[in-house]
Nanobody, 125 residues
Framework: QVQLVESGGGLVQAGGSLRLSCAVA????????MGWFRQAPGKEREFVAA????????YYANSVKGRFTISRDNAKNTVTLQMNSLKPEDTAVYYCAARPSVVYTATATSAYGYWGQGTQVTVSS
């Protein structure tokens, strides 16, 4: 059973940066894809970014491309989302997710079977 715990959310002004971390436990294979999703009030949960454990292949939503960077640390079993040039529309609860597959372009929430509890990110204008 994969367990995911997010940290690093908070309040930041527009244009600022935040770094989210996801601690991963229980992963028994390197053939996993890790993802970040977000859900704003009244909206559906949406894909943000993904990375494969083995090769480090990455994939981003168009809305964050060039501003967010996803990375993984195999030794520490953590996945990080570095968020720069934040905008008020980035305000949401951010979730870490995992799927036992190397296909990293899947963006549907149903493609991921493991989820963290989420961390709030608020960007003020």
């Amino acid at each position: 059973q994969v367990q995911l715990v997010e940290s690093g959310g908070g309040l930041v002004q527009a244009g600022g940066s935040l770094r989210l971390s996801c601690a991963v436990a229980g992963r028994t294979s390197s053939n996993y894809t890790m993802g970040w999703f977000r859900q704003a009030p009244g909206k559906e949960r949406e894909f943000v970014a993904a990375i494969t454990w083995r090769m480090g292949n990455t994939y981003y939503a168009n809305s964050v491309k060039g501003r967010f960077t996803i990375s993984r640390d195999n030794a520490k079993n953590t996945v990080t989302l570095q968020m720069n040039s934040l905008k008020p529309e980035d305000t949401a609860v951010y979730y870490c997710a995992a799927r036992p597959s190397v296909v990293y372009t899947a963006t549907a929430t149903s493609a991921y079977g493991y989820w963290g509890q989420g961390t709030q990110v608020t960007v003020s204008s």
